[in-house]
């Protein structure tokens, strides 16, 4: 390998493993929140469905407006893919259907927001079933 490189294989391995590790903080800061409000709402004697349901309306509306207002940046990886991803992965699924219709691309994005409830549900199921079946 020539000087160049080496310095482009430093830099690329310093960058990905400073990038792995902020998702890492912000993925345990942000599991650690979702956490704390399930204790919250527990305390209050909330349902837990809307616990989740406001979780993640607040993940997808904190994910939509991070990526909306900054540009990309090792801060916004922290707080999106960490915090959010961490608090909820609803937002990304939010950002990536608001994403595919802001790009006009409606019947990918219907196709993929019902794919994902109807497989996801589907597959919570599933594996409910597969957890009471006999050995």
């Known amino acids: 390998m020539n000087g160049n490189t080496v310095h482009f294989f430093i830099y690329f391995c310093s960058t990905m493993i400073r990038n792995i590790l902020l998702v890492g903080l ?7 929140l979702r ?3 399930t204790l919250l709402f527990n305390f209050m004697h909330w349902s837990t469905n809307i616990c989740t349901l406001l979780t993640n309306m607040t993940g997808s509306f904190v994910m939509g407006m991070l990526v909306s207002r900054f540009e990309q940046s090792p801060l916004l990886l922290l707080a999106t893919v960490g915090i959010c991803g961490g608090f909820t992965t609803f937002s990304t699924f939010s950002m990536q259907s608001v994403t595919l219709m802001q790009q006009g691309r409606y019947g990918t994005a219907a196709l993929y927001m019902l794919g994902t409830m109807v497989l996801c549900v589907g597959f919570a199921a ?6 009471k079946q006999p050995n």
């Open 126 to 131: 599933l594996g409910c079933m597969a957890a």
């Open 35 to 37: 956490y704390g409000i």
């Open 26 to 32: 912000g993925g345990a800061t942000g599991a650690m």
